[in-house]
Nanobody, 129 residues
Framework: DVQLVESGGGLVQAGGSLRLSCAPS???????????MSWFRRGSDDERHLVSF???????YYADSARGRFIISKDNAKPTLYLQMNNLQPEDTGIYYC????????????????????WGQGTQVTVSS
């Protein structure tokens, strides 16, 4: 039962840009009030790595690899979570997932994956050199 749906992935050359979107399914709109909404990337190591999060107060976090190039934002009216990715590099290649943690008091970088109780199915991003 998919509750978050990502889109916007694709194939792009190094230096290009993509904007990922994440929208809730009809019965999961409440997830956008979550304390923590995040983007993860699963790369060649098959692990999900935190790329960025946006908490309920509007605070953001970016992994070192994303800082200065990626921008996370949210449109509560739609509702949709975005990840604007600029100056993409081959090492950004992977499957990108959005996730929401609705039952935590505060969003943290070290939040274990199992606290994220809503996930999307992922969208593939491939950056060619």
């Amino acid at each position: 039962d998919v509750q978050l749906v990502e889109s916007g992935g694709g194939l792009v050359q190094a230096g290009g840009s993509l904007r990922l979107s994440c929208a809730p399914s009809e019965d999961a709109g409440y997830t956008f009030a979550a304390p923590c909404m995040s983007w993860f990337r699963r790369g060649s190591d098959d692990e999900r790595h935190l790329v960025s999060f946006l908490d309920a107060d509007g605070n953001t976090y970016y992994a070192d690899s994303a800082r200065g190039r990626f921008i996370i934002s949210k449109d509560n009216a739609k509702p949709t979570l975005y990840l604007q990715m600029n100056n993409l590099q081959p090492e950004d290649t992977g499957i990108y997932y959005c996730a929401a943690a609705t039952e935590i008091p505060v969003c943290e970088v070290s939040l274990p994956l199992h606290y994220y109780n809503f996930w999307g199915q992922g969208t593939q991003v491939t950056v060619s050199s």
